[in-house]
C-alpha cells in the first residue's frame, strides 16, 4: 500500500531525530579519542594550526548559518566555557628561523629549531626579528 504524504514526513521526523541520536553518539566518541590524542602527544588547538583552527570555525558557522536559513535552529545561546581554553592573546613572532622561515613568539617551550641551533652554538639574540 501506498503511504500518504502525512505518514512520509512522520517518517523522516523520526528518522531524522534517531539520525541526530546517533551522530550526537558518534561525536562523543569521536571527542573522546581527539582529545585523548591531544593529551597524549601534549597538542593545544594552538598547535594544529591556526588554518585548523579557522576552517573548523568557518565550517561550524557555515552549518549554523544554513541551518538558521532553513528555520530549524533555536534561538542562540552562550557557549559554554572549555575547561582548556587558552585565553591569552595572540602574540607577533619575536624570533625567527633564517633557514626554514619558522617563527616563536618566544612565549612557552622553546622550538626545536631553535633548540638545537642553541647547542650548536648561536646565540638566541641571533634570531630576533627587526
Known amino acids: 500500500m501506498k503511504k500518504s504524504y502525512k505518514q512520509l514526513m512522520n517518517d523522516i ?48 558557522k557555515s552549518i549554523s548559518d544554513s541551518k538558521a536559513a532553513a528555520g530549524k535552529t533555536k534561538a542562540a545561546k552562550t557557549p559554554a566555557k572549555s575547561a582548556g581554553k587558552d585565553k591569552r592573546s595572540v602574540v607577533k613572532p619575536k624570533y625567527k628561523h633564517a633557514k626554514s622561515g619558522a617563527t616563536w613568539s618566544g612565549r612557552g617551550k622553546t622550538p626545536r629549531w631553535m633548540a638545537d641551533e642553541i647547542k650548536a652554538g648561536k646565540k638566541r639574540d641571533s634570531f630576533l626579528i627587526k
Open 13 to 60: 521526523a523520526q528518522m531524522t531525530a534517531t539520525a541526530n541520536k546517533i551522530r550526537k553518539e558518534e561525536i562523543a566518541h569521536v571527542k573522546k579519542a581527539i582529545q585523548s590524542k591531544m593529551a597524549e602527544y601534549q597538542l593545544s588547538l594552538h598547535d594544529l594550526g591556526a588554518a585548523g583552527v579557522a576552517a573548523y570555525a568557518s565550517a561550524r
